[in-house]
């Protein structure tokens, strides 16, 4: 049991780092990309850590505790060899061409990334690596954690689901030779029940079809999953791919069959209808898991993580399909979220409040210190301070009456990918003329990828049709709209009438107040929420970083902690 604080990190795709104390309670916790402004970053989270500590004003002989995770052995060569992680990452970015060899290095990750054994030799070469570049960070004295990457996942929504007895499903590419668990968690700890090796993995399913596709992988699936809505026929030539036995998954191809097949049918189907083939096959075998799960356990509340969590398509299907009291994705759902799993694992206590709000990165301190970056760029930026609550009703008309939208920079940042009001882009819920300029000035979206909205919580119940009274504050989750839903967020929802909304209280106060001001004016508390940053980039982590995209973007407002800041050269052609 830590004494004092217990600090997790994870150095793989998306890295970063968490700061809890003895009690399990979040003090801090950023990813690396959102300082070092490379997307995803993928490498030790020297800034992270740094940040994390500040937030929580704590200094590194506080810590008592460092835990990390994975330790399989591609993972462990990118570790010592960390040339191999930087040129994945700059071939995924697209930075590089394709590496000679690239079809010979994706057959390796595959193939390394299935066996775990020797497991203690490859946990020593590990430990030993992470213990000198803690070293060398300044990091003196600790006790140093391995924890295996599915129980990882597992911690970070267990210990913030606010469930005691529970079971938790995670499910991704795969990491230390799994790519899904189930297990049966009481008394804050997590039994496994069963797990599907990374050999069967459906998530690296997904990523294949993903790069199949043309698009991202590991970065937008998705694009996938909305393209798949676009489909309007039916029959799948993917049936039989996978099938469900008990509570793991079984591939009937081994990873690099699947893909030749993937690609040859890619070739001969248009992209929206392999797209929902795609789709239709992950939600059939998923849902049938979950189902044995539920069966075998009898569980009536579920915790839910690992990268497939992200698909809110299919977390909608298994909401509708199982009769659950209690359902909880992590926010922070893909690896990005490990170091707090990571954390809160060694922490180990259950923590029986459900995690209500997301703010644990850096954040400005208080209006002075924007103020003073506003009176160095008095050429570009003119400002007025409002009275408490004043900025709402600005920002309310903003929208309503000059039909456009502005950037909301305020308090501490989001952990996790999406944006939930204090770095946000807000504009009106109805709005496609709206819709369309964010598109071409800043977001460059894939005409197939929908807009968001935030809505009171309150409103959930008349604007989609399969609200259950489960808030979900952080828009991992599909509804299906009313037809008062369809009207009101028409430039917020998708084309099969469906929305990801976040579900707005008192987790944050200051655009509650916000979005009911909107409320008061249009008849609905909603307005469209994008996370704040450049088509492409991390989101914008501090003022300076926010000014810049308004002057980049010739965006004509800004709230930032409440302070209304115009830029002089809006609407100018540049
Ligand atoms: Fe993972």
């Known amino acids: 049991m830590a004494e004092g604080k217990i600090l997790g990190i994870w150095d793989g795709h998306d890295a970063g780092a968490a700061l809890i104390d003895a009690g399990g309670n979040i003090l801090s916790a950023v990813n690396e990309e959102r300082?070092?402004?490379?997307?995803?970053?993928?490498?030790?989270?020297?800034?992270?850590?740094?940040?994390?500590?500040?937030?929580?004003?704590?200094?590194?002989e506080d810590v008592t505790d460092i835990a990390f995770s994975t330790t399989d052995w591609t993972k462990t060569a990118s570790r010592v060899f960390p040339i191999?992680?930087?040129?994945?990452?700059?071939?995924?970015?697209?930075?590089?061409?394709?590496?000679?060899?690239?079809?010979?290095?994706?057959?390796?990750?595959?193939?390394?990334?299935?066996?775990?054994?020797?497991k203690g030799v490859l946990k020593a070469v590990n430990r030993a690596h992470i213990t000198r570049t803690l070293r060398k960070a300044g990091f003196k004295k600790f006790r140093l954690h391995s924890v295996d990457h599915h129980i990882a996942h597992a911690a970070a929504a267990y210990h913030t689901s606010g469930m005691d007895e529970s079971v938790c499903v995670t499910m991704d590419g795969l990491g230390d030779g799994v790519s899904s668990t189930v297990n049966y968690c009481a008394d804050g700890k997590i039994a496994r029940l069963g797990q599907t090796t990374a050999g069967n993995s459906i998530g690296i399913f997904f990523e294949q079809a993903t790069t199949v596709l043309g698009m991202r992988e590991l970065e937008d699936e998705g694009k996938l999953m909305s393209l798949a809505d676009y489909s309007h026929k039916t029959g799948n030539k993917m049936e039989g791919l996978f099938s469900v036995n008990g509570l793991s998954i079984r591939a009937k191809l081994n990873p690099i069959?699947?893909?030749?097949?993937?690609?040859?049918?890619?070739?001969?189907?248009?992209?929206?209808?392999?797209?929902?083939?795609?789709?239709?096959?992950?939600?059939?075998?998923?849902?049938?898991?979950?189902?044995?799960a539920q069966e075998e356990t009898g569980a009536r509340k579920?915790?839910?993580?690992?990268?497939?969590?992200?698909?809110?398509?299919?977390?909608?299907?298994?909401?509708?399909?199982?009769?659950?009291?209690?359902?909880?994705?992590?926010?922070?759902?893909?690896?990005?979220?490990?170091?707090?799993?990571?954390?809160?694992?060694?922490?180990?206590?259950?923590?029986?409040?459900?995690?209500?709000?997301?703010?644990?990165?850096?954040?400005?301190?208080?209006?002075?210190?924007?103020?003073?970056?506003?009176?160095?760029?008095?050429?570009?930026?003119?400002?007025?301070?409002?009275?408490?609550?004043?900025?709402?009703?600005?920002?309310?008309?903003?929208l309503s009456k000059e039909n456009d939208y502005f950037f909301l920079f305020q308090g501490r940042m989001e952990y996790g990918p999406r944006a939930l009001g204090n770095r946000s882009i807000v504009a009106p819920a109805d709005s496609i003329?709206?819709?369309?300029?964010?598109?071409?000035?800043?977001?460059?979206?894939?005409?197939?990828?929908?807009?968001?909205?935030?809505?009171?919580?309150?409103?959930?119940?008349?604007?989609?049709?399969?609200?259950?009274?489960?808030?979900?504050?952080?828009?991992?989750?599909?509804?299906?709209?009313?037809?008062?839903?369809?009207?009101?967020?028409?430039a917020a929802i998708h084309v099969d009438m469906s929305a990801r909304p976040q579900m707005v209280g008192k987790e944050n106060?200051?655009?509650?107040?916000?979005?009911?001001?909107?409320?008061?004016?249009?008849?609905?508390?909603?307005?469209?929420?994008?996370?704040?940053n450049y088509h492409g980039d991390p989101i914008v982590s501090n003022i300076k970083e926010a000014l810049e995209m308004q002057e980049r973007t010739r965006t004509r407002h800004m709230f930032a902690e409440g302070i209304h800041i115009e830029f002089k050269g809006a609407g100018k052609r540049r």
């Open 35 to 60: 300082l070092s402004r490379k997307k995803l970053h993928s490498g030790f989270p020297h800034l992270s850590i740094e940040s994390c500590l500040e937030l929580a004003h704590a200094e590194k």
């Open 84 to 118: 191999i992680a930087d040129k994945y990452y700059l071939f995924r970015r697209r930075k590089i061409d394709r590496p000679h060899f690239h079809n010979l290095q994706r057959y390796l990750k595959f193939v390394l990334g299935q066996p775990t054994e020797p």
């Open 257 to 292: 069959a699947q893909y030749n097949f993937l690609e040859r049918l890619a070739w001969r189907t248009p992209p929206e209808d392999f797209a929902r083939m795609v789709q239709e096959t992950l939600e059939k075998n998923i849902l049938g898991l979950f189902s044995n």
């Open 302 to 398: 579920i915790s839910w993580s690992g990268g497939i969590a992200s698909n809110i398509k299919l977390n909608q299907r298994i909401r509708s399909h199982l009769s659950l009291k209690d359902w909880f994705v992590f926010p922070h759902m893909g690896d990005g979220g490990l170091a707090l799993g990571a954390a809160l694992f060694v922490a180990g206590n259950p923590q029986k409040k459900k995690l209500k709000s997301a703010y644990f990165g850096p954040g400005p301190k208080g209006q002075g210190e924007i103020l003073d970056f506003l009176e160095k760029n008095r050429d570009k930026f003119s400002w007025s301070v409002n009275r408490k609550g004043r900025w709402q009703k600005e920002a309310s008309e903003i």
């Open 433 to 490: 003329e709206v819709k369309n300029k964010l598109n071409l000035r800043i977001k460059e979206r894939n005409w197939y990828q929908p807009f968001c909205p935030s809505i009171l919580a309150t409103e959930a119940k008349r604007l989609f049709t399969d609200y259950d009274g489960i808030e979900d504050k952080f828009m991992t989750m599909g509804y299906s709209c009313s037809s008062l839903g369809e009207k009101r967020l028409a």
């Open 509 to 532: 106060p200051e655009y509650m107040r916000l979005i009911s001001t909107v409320g008061k004016s249009t008849g609905t508390g909603a307005v469209l929420n994008t996370s704040f």
